[in-house]
């Protein structure tokens, strides 16, 4: 049992492991190289000072600002706390809720309440005609059966995309520098005469990503795939950040994972109304650009931005914000799943204000679609 | 340097050094030299976190190694090279000198033509333990930083012709980062963290007059507090500590002894460094010189 309270250890040494635990146990990586290294900056003396033992163990124990401020409110938490008022501290607002690392889990909901694993292989799959068919439906048609089917298609077809891209990527390669090690080496036997010239492979450039998904009520019936599609693509770019955002923006990259993507599909979400509210692509946007523009768009990567852009926001900030997103980025790749639709022009206000900034627009209506991606992205 | 005790020895250290730092620092460097590990440094640009290791490297006077890391940096720049001139060199003198080739390669790969760059230097330094600042390492590629893992956890490179080099004393090492990309984990595990942040009122005030002990206290009050009512602002550059320094040392370099229009006009470019930034204050300049 973890013990919460610094008054529940009976030793100082007993009372650095605990905190220890209940500092991981609100999401600090707090290992046991940590704890040992806690235990012997007390044995310094660092402990004659609460400020400096607290210090200490901040030093120690949080690798991010963001960490460091959960470590301010679990240190008073954990080391302050008297029994007595034990009773009206507990309906307090614990420190879990504000980390972000919980509120990952706690995302989505969207039109398909799917309950069965997705690991099943692709068994049921009827025939080419059926296949190709499939590909060419539009994700929001789809029903239920069909689209387990789609799903397991998509699967495969994403795992040869994978491979296709990275062989691609080896034969792209050229001779690089001249390896004057290898080459002066091998020169030895001929007297310093360098006959053979060795070179130094190009390493291929891993090509970053940046994707934005639009969950927005409109979108409710593309999203499901378009997540998935995007978890996808993640065994391809091990570098891929990935968003959801329709009133508000939200990172998902350390939940896109293929065994945790259902838990974050069926989980619903205290923010559910995000999902069916309108859409503030600007706001979303800037609010992108503020808080990881600086981190994230340095060294160019492609940004791959998915929505019907119907916004109900400011037009004009979402001009101007995606500007900004693409001055820094390579490629600027906006999918709207509308455009698919016979006669479908790009009307929209948010539309047309972002059509400038546009690298690439494309459709995003059918599986079909979302694989023609592959040239864009290998060619980026 | 006297034995080292309590931080607060480091804080009056600093202090003569003309480096104002806050407690959390202070101990966060209280440990990286008493348990040994690498500290991390993170936050803005422009707020003391070279400079940090600058000090620590005089108070326990010894070298201070510096590897400045950006995208591309690769073994042969950061850890050692062979002197390829020197061994063809090598090579033709040896021609007539009835060796095998066994003996030539050997030869011309010992530590004669071997080239140290600044983290091998770090590791085979004999006299007493050195720092190594590893500079803004957001900007050197996970490659690398991967490769940095062995090093900060062994303290030992391993060359092919050679063999393993041990450090003869384990280096203090302090990284720095601007974040503007996350580090591995793993990486952040093996440090000791602290993040520098922009410094309030006081302390900015604090470390210019530090900094420039001539300063008159009206223009010091007025400088610090527009780069504080600036920092504020969404600016594409925000100003670091040391450009405040920068802008008052050249507005007292110029004789102003108060900051108005024309000193604002003269010498802006010494504290904002886009001119995007330049033209939005410049049309809020009038709310600017009346409100502070």
Redesign the interface.
Known sequence: MIKQQAYQTSSLSEGIVAFAQFARSHGLHVGIQETQDALQAASLGLLDDRNLFRQSLKALFCTSPEERQVFEKLFVLFWDTNPTDLEERKGKATVQGSFNKKANASLVMLGMGKSDAPEEEAKNVSGANQQERLKKTDLSKLNEMESEELEAIARKLCRQMAVRMRRRMKQHRRLGQLNLRRTIRRSIAFGGEPLDLYFRMQTPKKQRLIVMLDVSGSMDKYSYFLLRFICALRENFRQLEAFVFSTSLKRITKALQPQRLDMVLQTLSEQADNWSSGTRIGECLQHFNDKYGKRMLNGSPVVLVLSDGLDTGDAAVLGAELRRIQQRSKRLIWLNPLKGMQGYQPLARGMQAALPSIDDFRSAHNLESLLELENLLANA | MEAL???DQLIRFLDEHKYVAD??LV??L??LL??H?P??L?GPPGVGKTEAALVLSQWLDTKLIRLQCY?GLDINAAVYE?N?QK??LG??LQ?NSGLS?EE??HH??SNEYLLKRPLLQAITETEKPPVLLIDELDRSDEEFEAFLLELLSAFQITIPELGTIKAVHKPYVILTSN????LS?AL??RC????IDYPGLETEMQIVRKRLPGIEQQLLEQVVQYVQAFRQR?LAKTPGVSETIDWAESLMALGYREVNRQAMEQTLGSILKSTEDISLLKTEWEDLLTTT
């Open positions: 005790q309590h931080p407690e959390e101990t966060s209280f440990l008493k348990l590990k500290l991390l993170e995208e062979w390829y061994q063809l090579i033709r021609e080739v030539k390669e011309i790969f974040r503007t990309r996350e984990d952040k595990r000791l963290y602290h993040w969404k």
